[in-house]
């Protein structure tokens, strides 16, 4: 699968299961993203700059897995530092759709729904996502992803992209595969000062459809001419059998969708640029030998632009730029404030109705030849149904409801937050109306 | 915008302690153009009120002041060490 697929960067050599008569994931194998710390374990976020780096301890997820009987069997290919939206920004090898490698598994954990959707096992993936890197690579491979409400798990271990955004959450083939491990992950860890103190929950008990009927939202920004429409139809077949099957349906607005793009990608640079000024090259990664005439500045850059893809140094310039005295209050200040208005608007919507409903990418997995033609400002055009939940902190579960042309088609659904319960639940009906 | 998008190459490159090839000057010219022209939908924005530094309201998340034993080697992945010292390039 490896030799196929690619969605690995680092295979375990051997893997070591610690199980109990009571371990929730007993001899389950876990896939790891690339940015999550693994003790003995290379952890390169996908850059040249952490291509040696072997971390001497585990992430608070990875140890709570282990904890309970899994076993880590690789860490996945994502974007550099979570840096994409197709897995293509990788220094270490592009992970291939398992459906068509032709296609992108999507990004920037596309590696971790990779290895979920290759293997004939009952595999689970530890992924993040930033603005939309779970449910995107979920929706490509057809799997179940779930990015938790911001806070809910432990960034501790994590190589941050954007603090304020970062999210840890599950890829799996089903929602229970996907609920089950987040109820292993989840749960407050002083080490992260982020991390909410919420108890602990089984959230495979939502798993189970219960003949509750909940009351569902559809965002009718997020059923706009920008998406594909086969998936719009798709979507909206889906929501007049729920609506026949007597859920309550109801159209919603989020009107602030429309500079949901820019302002995320505002503030994920923003935030960026400063988190990766911690790679200067002495305590960890890309280490240069220098000698006595040479001064920090001179080494510092010089291990930022050999360490550093295209990617990241377009967004660390980009970055630094809308935080800077004299453009801060026009961009980066004014993007909080319109990410406050995002979370309100979807405050006033979960007022009304229990999750939303949508279309979870607006295009199908594209092809890498389709990828390469595309600048920058167009890739990040592919984040218009993601950006506002993640900036919004909402959780989301993304699963498949067909296909076309062979090719997955899901929807999203979104939870107000620390309701990821009503949306497990939701996305629960929505697997078995597809005959689960 | 074509002067901010030179300006953000030029000044802002060498601010973030970049050293651009004429390569990558030449390709990033047009695509900082374009994000910036996408950026500028947010500074033409007509927007009020508090600024969301973080999603979810949340108490401070402070662990007590005490001394904690790291039972792994902070200086693990250095390379460049002295003893218990990281050696840098000279500072001044």
Redesign the interface.
């Known amino acids: 699968m490896q030799a196929a697929y690619a969605p690995f960067i680092s295979v375990a050599e051997s893997i070591r299961f610690e199980i109990t008569p009571q371990s929730l994931l007993p001899g389950v194998p876990v896939a790891v993203k690339d940015n999550i710390c693994t003790?003995g374990m290379r952890t390169t976020a996908g850059s040249k700059i952490l291509e040696n780096?072997?971390?001497?301890?585990d992430a608070t997820v990875v140890e709570k897995a282990k904890k309970e009987g899994a076993g880590i069997v690789g860490k996945t290919a994502m974007d550099e530092f979570g840096f994409g939206t197709f897995s293509t920004n990788c220094a270490f090898g592009v992970p291939k759709n398992p459906l068509d490698p032709e296609r992108s598994c999507g990004g920037s954990s596309g590696g971790s729904a990779g290895a979920v959707a290759a293997f004939k096992l009952p595999i689970v993936s530890i992924a993040e996502s930033t603005g939309g890197s779970i449910t995107c690579p979920a929706a490509f491979t057809g799997t179940v992803g779930i990015t938790p409400?911001?806070?809910l798990v432990s960034r501790w271990g994590l190589v941050d992209y954007a603090n304020?955004?970062d999210k840890i959450g599950t890829i799996g083939k089903s929602v229970y595969d996907a609920a089950l491990l987040l109820s292993v992950i989840a749960g407050y860890d002083?080490?992260?000062?982020?991390?909410?103190?919420t108890q602990n929950t089984d959230y495979t008990a939502f798993a189970k459809p219960d003949g509750k009927k909940l009351r569902v939202g559809l965002p009718k920004e997020y059923f706009s001419s920008a998406v594909d429409s086969g998936i719009v139809k798709e979507v909206e077949m889906l929501a007049d059998r729920l609506n026949s099957l007597g859920f309550e349906l109801e159209q919603v607005s989020l009107p602030s969708t429309e500079?949901a793009?820019?302002?995320y990608?505002?503030i994920s640079m923003s935030e960026a640029?400063t988190n990766l000024a911690k790679f200067s090259g002495?305590?960890?990664?890309l280490?240069l030998e220098?000698d006595?005439k040479?001064?920090?500045?001179?080494?510092?850059?010089?291990v930022?632009?050999e360490g550093?893809g295209?990617e990241a140094?377009?967004r660390?310039?980009?970055g630094?730029?809308?935080r800077?005295a004299g453009y801060k209050d026009?961009?980066y200040?004014?993007?909080?404030?319109?990410?406050?208005?995002i979370?309100n608007e979807f405050k006033q919507a979960f007022a009304k109705v229990d999750v939303l409903l949508a279309p979870a990418m607006p295009i199908l997995p594209p092809k890498f030849s389709e990828i390469e033609k595309l600048?920058?400002?167009q890739v990040?055009m592919m984040d218009i149904l993601t950006v506002a939940p993640n900036?919004?902190?909402m959780p989301t579960v993304a699963l498949p409801i067909g296909r076309i042309n062979g090719l997955p088609v899901s929807v999203q659904v979104i939870a107000d937050?620390l309701q990821e319960g009503k949306a497990i639940q939701m996305a629960s009906i929505i697997e078995g109306l597809n005959g689960r | 915008m074509d002067a901010d998008a030179e300006y953000v190459l030029q000044h802002v490159s060498r601010l973030a302690r970049l050293q651009l090839s004429d390569e990558e000057r030449q390709k990033f010219a047009k695509q900082i153009r374009d994000v910036l022209d996408l950026f500028n939908k947010v500074a033409s924005a007509n927007v009020e009120g508090e600024p969301a530094y973080h999603c979810i309201e949340a108490e401070n998340g402070l662990r007590p002041d005490k001394p904690v034993k790291f039972d792994w080697d902070p200086l693990a992945n250095a390379k460049h060490v002295e003893g218990k010292y990281i050696k840098s390039p000279k500072i001044v």
């Open positions: 003790k780096y072997v971390p001497p301890f409400t911001y806070g304020s955004l002083e080490k992260d000062a982020t991390s909410l103190r500079l793009i820019p302002t990608y505002i640029s002495l305590r960890y990664g280490q220098f006595e040479q001064n920090i500045e001179e080494y510092f850059t010089k930022r632009t550093f295209e140094k377009r660390i310039i980009l630094t730029f809308t800077m026009r961009y200040l004014k993007a909080l404030k319109i990410r406050k208005r979370i600048e920058p400002a990040y900036m919004a902190g937050h």
